[in-house]
């Protein structure tokens, strides 16, 4: 049966009186301070489970370019720069191999929410059929692996290494680098690519230190301890252990089947529902993938992607996901009203519709696929569907159908304490042997605190006296005082949050055409001028802003966990014309070679 045609009709002011108070159940004084840092408040808990640490020299040299991450930021500048001859290139990387966040994140069932097809970069370029529409974590971990072996990034790479400071030498015009196993080297050119979730966090819950039994953050899950593999097989020592996870967030729901179906029983510790959809994953046919694959198939689809998103007006919807279906629902709505009635009021209340029919839909699945009712009903969501990461999962409410199952909802309240035992929630205490920490990663800190080091441009100042309370950049890449740095992530550029690799792989095309320019032009420094870096950021600042996660949404990273970002909201936005506006604005700007608004010296 079509689920639309048994949908009861929205009101709309009940709805939001419904989501406006459950938001408010969930409003606490002490915002992201409520959490605290894995890696440096709980160093136990931190060490690298899965590689172990190769004792090495430290490195003096001097290198082309440096870039410090080794997720898909660094494997695709890299892969750039080599096709385009730069061949001393160097990864400096935290963990012990390629991959960034799949490096870390192998929890069962760990899984791309975005298709492969779209998300996987460089596909053309490593010739690798995805084997499914949503790739799983070992697919694509391996296929970061294949970028680094094919493009020789392995050669000069540092792994299990952190930068502790990065300087400007204003004589020499490089980079010096130091890191915290000993290495002073320099660099011509430095890129930055740590990545927005790279710093695991924890709940801040009074006791936490006291649990005597096993826990685990889900980005450092310890198969020795559960045993199976991030293939997926069975995790068969849990099979006499009483686990608990914390957090419902998109790890958990992902993570939770496995947990579900291994564990002698699982407490599933819930403060906020996430909105969980159909996922349809299904295998990649090889001769459909031949018939798609022909030369520049891969940049068509990421712009037919942006284009069914919102972006633009794509004719046809190839990737077909979650992402492309709220796109397209709001596009409807929108085009359904009279071209003389509409304005900046409608267009938003038609928004509004198209978003609470899709999270109905969602709701009425949590209550058809639950068969206990009232967990049913504490598993439905009830706030505006980009108020929080959508998830997608054809196992996760089935999971609870279980048994051995239990979900402890909290009621927006959240875990009270950890006892020696095992878990306080609602006032119950729940013996457990093991933890399972699926609560995320820091998001709303200043970048220079996550990444660990402050760049020192010229002058000695730091990239965070140089921004102070708002983000400059041009194009979201350069920084007035910095020159030879490249900042590869989306703010300021195409923000185009759906599909990260998609900035990733358009800013490693402009890096390669500004250090080629300047090789060929034998400048020894390039750099955005004060100027043009203004003029951006005014640009940027004239549009309506990201308004992910605002102030009637319910707390979480999206929203500085209820706090906002005030003024700041203007500066972490995109273009304002959206991302298709931006690649359109930045290919021309590659396109015309003159490099508008950077100084070569
Ligand atoms: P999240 O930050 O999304 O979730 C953390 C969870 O912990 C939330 O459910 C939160 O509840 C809960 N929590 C925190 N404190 C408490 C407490 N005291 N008591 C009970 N619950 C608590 O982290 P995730 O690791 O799930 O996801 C992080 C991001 O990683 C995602 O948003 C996504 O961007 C990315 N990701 C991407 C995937 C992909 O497919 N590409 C897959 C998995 C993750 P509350 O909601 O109330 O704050």
Redesign the pocket.
């Given at each position: 049966m079509n689920a639309a045609a048994t949908m009861p009709a929205i009101d709309r002011e009940a709805l939001r009186r419904k989501y406006a108070e459950e938001r408010d159940k969930?409003l606490r004084a002490d915002g992201s301070a409520?959490y605290r840092r894995l890696e440096s408040e709980f160093a136990d808990l931190a060490t690298d489970p899965y590689t172990p640490v190769t004792p090495r020299d430290p490195v003096t040299d001097h290198v082309t370019f440096a870039f410090i991450g080794g997720g898909f930021a660094g494997l695709v500048v890299g892969a750039r720069l080599k096709a385009a001859g730069i061949d001393d290139y160097r990864i400096v990387e935290k963990g012990g191999d390629f991959g960034g966040t799949w490096y870390w994140?192998r929890y069962p069932g760990?899984?791309?929410?975005?298709a492969s097809m779209i998300y996987m970069p460089l596909l053309e370029e490593t010739g690798h059929m995805p084997s499914e529409k949503y790739a799983h974590a070992p697919e694509i971990r391996e296929h970061c692996s294949r970028i680094g072996r094919q493009f020789g990034l392995y050669e000069k790479a540092l792994f299990h290494t952190q930068v502790t400071a990065l300087e400007w030498d204003e004589g020499a015009n490089v980079w010096r680098i130091e890191t915290d196993r000993g290495d002073s080297f320099t660099a011509k050119y430095v890129g930055l690519g740590t990545g927005p979730?790279h710093v695991a966090k924890l709940?801040g819950?009074p006791g936490i230190e006291t649990f005597k039994g096993k826990s685990f953050h889900?980005s450092r899950w310890d198969y020795a301890y559960t045993g199976g593999d991030p293939e997926g097989a069975p995790m068969d020592r849990l099979a006499d252990k009483r686990v608990a996870i914390?957090?419902?967030?998109?790890?958990?729901v992902?993570c939770v089947p496995h947990l579900a179906r291994d564990a002698k029983e699982l407490f599933v510790?819930?403060?906020?529902p996430?909105s969980v959809d159909e996922r349809n994953n299904i295998p990649i046919d090889p001769e459909w993938f031949a018939d798609v694959a022909k030369p520049g198939w891969q940049k068509a689809w990421l712009e037919n992607f942006v284009g069914n998103l919102g972006g633009g007006f794509a004719s046809e919807d190839w990737v077909q996901d979650g992402w492309t279906d709220l796109g397209k629902r709001i596009r409807k709505e929108i085009l359904a009203l009279p071209m003389d009635q509409r304005n900046p009021k409608t267009v938003l209340a038609a928004y509004e519709d198209a978003d609470h029919a899709k999270m109905e839909e969602i709701r009425q699945r949590a209550e058809r696929i639950v068969e206990d009712p009232e967990a049913g009903q504490k598993l439905k969501a009830w706030y505006r569907q980009l108020c929080?990461?959508p998830c997608f999962h054809d196992e996760y409410l089935q999971a609870f159908n279980e048994p051995g199952v239990t979900l402890v909802d909290?009621d927006?309240k959240?875990?009270e304490r950890i006892t020696e035992r095992g878990v306080v929630a609602n006032g119950v205490e729940y013996p457990v042997d093991c933890i399972v920490y699926?609560?995320?990663?820091e998001v709303g800190s200043a970048y220079t605190e996550r990444a660990g080091f402050d760049a020192r441009g010229r002058g000695g100042v730091t990239l965070s006296e140089h921004w102070g309370d708002t983000m400059r950049t041009l194009h979201g890449l350069h920084i007035h005082g910095f020159p030879n740095l490249f900042m590869v992530q989306p703010t300021q550029a195409a923000n185009l949050i759906a599909n990260v690799p998609h900035n990733i792989v358009d800013h490693a095309d402009t890096i390669t055409a500004v250090v080629s320019e300047a090789e060929a032009r034998g400048a020894a420094t390039v750099e955005t001028t004060a100027e043009a870096e203004s003029a951006w950021v005014d640009l940027i600042a004239s549009g309506p802003g990201m308004n992910l996660g605002g102030d009637a949404c319910t707390?979480?990273?999206y929203n500085n966990e209820g706090q906002g970002f005030a003024d700041r909201t203007r500066f972490f936005a995109g273009h304002p014309m959206g991302a298709l506006a931006y690649f359109a604005h930045i290919d021309a700007w590659r396109k015309s070679g003159e490099f508008k608004g950077l100084a070569f010296g």
């Open positions: 969930r409520q994140n760990a899984q791309c929410d975005t979730l709940p819950l889900t914390i957090g419902t967030g998109a790890t958990a992902q510790f819930q403060r906020t996430s929080k990461r909290t927006g959240g875990v699926a609560s995320g990663f707390p979480g990273y």
